[in-house]
């Protein structure tokens, strides 16, 4: 009779811990939530200076957490150049398109599968772009967004929430002071999302895809290959610390 029971128990706890951890992780989509039907890649001809393109980022609990009142966000870049172009420069006094990165939260209006975790309470924004952080052709962005303590969210496992948009514009693209670089490929990792709470050790640290093999990652002008970037801690007051 023992070898039943043994049996059992390890199904048991093989079932439990399948059902604890699946489907949690990050999605990152162009103009859609992974599960509305966003894209991975996307292309351009980069012959206007009108026009945008959105990435929207989601994500998945393994289990349920309540009280959750912020993001903080960390994504990671790499480009198929020596040097990460002029174009995907951003935000830096002096770089070539400084303002033409935005973050916001507001979920795609044809939202269906995904749900805005925050219910429009979201506020927050980018707190650093460091252009070499990892290498000459790399990007890290770090941003954080939050809820009101009387607004903050009780979220179930399983289901994706939209966390935040990052838009990218079209200017200077083409002709006098256009920034080099809008046709190379660049791909672009939803590194870690720290899903926080008021109690720090109930804090959620998500990292690789919720669905698939890379539903984490997109690219801009097809993948070339795109390599693993390595990730670091950081807590939730290191990145508010970013705001002060």
């Known amino acids: 009779m023992r070898r039943p029971r ?10 439990f811990a399948t059902n604890v951890h699946a489907g949690s992780g990050v999605n990152l989509r162009w103009s859609a939530c992974f599960g509305d039907g966003g894209t991975q890649n996307k292309p351009f001809a980069c012959n206007v200076n009108t026009g945008v393109q959105t990435l929207v980022a989601s994500f998945e609990l393994g ?3 309540g009280q959750v009142s912020g993001n903080e966000v960390v994504i990671d870049l790499a480009s ?3 040097t990460m172009p002029a174009w995907w420069a951003f935000k830096n006094a002096g770089t070539c398109r400084q303002g033409s990165l ?13 749900i805005d975790w925050a ?4 506020i927050g924004g980018i707190g650093t772009y460091n252009i070499g952080l990892k290498g000459p052709n790399t990007a890290r962005l770090l941003a954080v967004l939050a809820v009101a303590a009387d607004v903050q969210q009780n979220l179930t496992a399983g289901q994706e929430y939209f966390s935040f948009n990052l838009t990218i514009d079209n200017l200077k693209t083409v002709g006098t002071g256009a920034c080099a670089g809008c046709a190379t490929p660049v791909c672009i990792d939803f590194t870690s999302l720290n899903v926080t ?8 640290r998500l990292q690789g895809p919720s669905n698939g093999l890379d539903s984490d990652r997109a690219t801009w002008q097809g993948s070339f290959g795109c390599l693993p ?5 950081r807590t939730w007051g290191a990145v508010k610390a970013l705001y002060r």
Do not use: Y
């Not at 970037?229 to 801690?233: A, D, I, L």
């Open 6 to 15: 043994t049996f059992l128990s390890i199904l048991a706890m093989l079932l």
């Open 63 to 65: 289990a349920d957490l």
């Open 80 to 82: 198929a150049s020596a």
């Open 102 to 114: 935005v973050m916001s939260f507001v979920a795609p209006a044809a939202a269906v599968v995904c």
């Open 119 to 122: 219910q429009g309470n979201a």
């Open 197 to 204: 709470t008021p109690t720090p050790a109930n804090n959620v």
């Open 229 to 233: 970037t390595p990730t670091e801690r």
